[in-house]
């Protein structure tokens, strides 16, 4: 294996996820985060989870299936908020 001149890491290069409708879109871990401190994560387990799920995430991974390791997660650390993400629907626009 050739050793690359710059030092990219995992954030610098994510798999596109598909969304329900289909679409292809980039993985974006701080959007991730984000949502689970909407529905009341600590910042430290928003984080704690965001970077575990980022790591498992692959090209053409389902956000259904992002949303159920987030949940899976998140319980032991915030069963109150893995259980507000499990039950949040995204308002549409």
């Known amino acids: 294996m050739r050793k690359l001149k ?3 890491t995992n ?8 969304k329900r409708s289909g679409v292809l879109q980039e993985f974006d871990k701080a959007k991730l985060k984000k949502s689970l ?3 009341g994560a600590k910042e ?23 949303r159920e390791w ?5 319980r032991p650390l ?7 993400y499990q039950e949040y629907k995204k308002p549409k626009k």
């Open 6 to 8: 710059y030092n990219i």
């Open 11 to 18: 954030d610098d290069c994510m798999a596109k996820v598909k």
């Open 37 to 39: 401190k909407r529905v």
């Open 44 to 66: 430290e387990h928003a984080t704690k989870v965001a970077d575990k799920v980022a790591g498992k995430v692959k090209e053409g991974t389902a956000t259904v299936e992002i």
């Open 78 to 84: 915030d069963a109150k908020a893995a259980k507000a």
């Open 70 to 74: 987030c949940i899976t997660e998140l």
